[in-house]
């Protein structure tokens, strides 16, 4: 059984109207109304990437793992529950929500919450950008990428690799400077091209993410999106660089939830992992990506 891609990602909030704002105006996603006051994001021919729900903290709730059959989602159970882990199969109604034929969901090392699933529906109609983005580059790669807190670091690690089946692309000792710690973050794939799909980075975080990857076809694009914060005042955090590892050229802004999206385009596509060299870096870019000073939350 194999992780096919990371498939869609639910996100609580306490303001779902600067969410919409945000995703419409601001990453050019579709908006379509959900359940109970909850948005769904479209970016691509699958009826959403993101469910955004209402509540009372902001925080990621939960990242989705698509399988490619009921057998493989079938097997992945077995793996987990032989395992000793605690796994809780999603309701017939959590998974009408989803747009998918079932799921279940459980806890890794650091409490990071995840849901497998197969069978994602939709009627496949056409992504329409209400501010004119051609297209997002997901397809068997999936929606991108996530990053995700990982306090126990090296238990979330085998967590990933024994039981979610992903396998290790490089890895970072990272220079915080100031006279801080170090932090290790280790960057892993599925097997799709995409140079990875889930990083975990040493850390805590009550948001529940680092930050997640929306990648777009063109530099141009990456560039209109820089300068759309600018018009909407959207906080920066990382200005515009060039990652080491999936060659990735991009910038970091704050979503209203408070953890970053990593907006990019040209990121590395790796089509024989048999012959992929994992190596491990001191820093993250060839150049740029310089955090940006004065975060503030957005304004609901």
Not at 175 to 186: E, F, H, S, W, Y
Not at 231 to 237: K, R, S
Request: proline share 3%.
């Amino acid at each position: 059984m194999e992780i096919n891609a990371l498939g869609y990602v639910i996100i609580e909030t306490s303001s779902v109207p600067s969410w919409r704002h945000f995703a419409t105006e601001v990453l050019g996603l579709q908006a379509i109304d959900g359940p109970e006051g909850s948005i769904y994001l479209k970016m691509d021919q699958r009826h959403h990437r993101y469910w955004i729900r209402p509540s009372e903290c902001d925080r990621l709730f939960s990242s989705g793992w698509e399988l490619a059959n009921e057998q493989q989602y079938q097997q992945m159970l077995l793996t987990l529950q032989d395992a000793g882990l605690d796994v809780c199969q999603g309701s017939a109604n959590g998974a009408e929500q989803r747009f998918v034929s079932a799921y279940a969901h459980v806890e890794d090392p650091s409490g990071n919450r995840i849901e497998i699933y197969w069978g994602a529906i939709s009627d496949f109609d056409r992504f329409l950008s209400p501010i004119g983005i051609s297209g997002f580059v997901t397809g068997d790669m999936g929606m991108g990428h996530i990053v995700l807190p990982a306090k126990n670091f090296d238990e979330s690690s085998q967590f990933w690799q024994a039981f979610m089946g992903m396998a290790l692309s490089d890895q970072i000792n990272y220079d915080m400077g100031a006279d801080q710690p170090t932090v290790r973050i280790q960057f892993m794939h599925c097997y799709n091209p995409r140079q990875h799909s889930v990083a975990l980075v040493e850390m805590d975080s009550e948001l529940g993410c680092d930050h997640l990857l929306i990648e777009v076809e063109t530099i141009d694009e990456v560039g209109r999106a820089l300068y759309r914060c600018e018009d909407h005042d959207i906080p920066l955090q990382v200005s515009l660089g060039r990652h080491i590892n999936d060659d990735m050229i991009s910038f970091y802004m704050y979503s209203p939830t408070g953890f970053s999206i990593e907006f990019g385009a040209c990121g590395k596509r790796i089509n024989n992992w048999k012959h992929h060299l994992v190596t491990e870096s001191t820093r993250g870019s060839h150049w740029g990506h310089r955090f940006v000073e004065g975060f503030r939350k957005i304004e609901k």
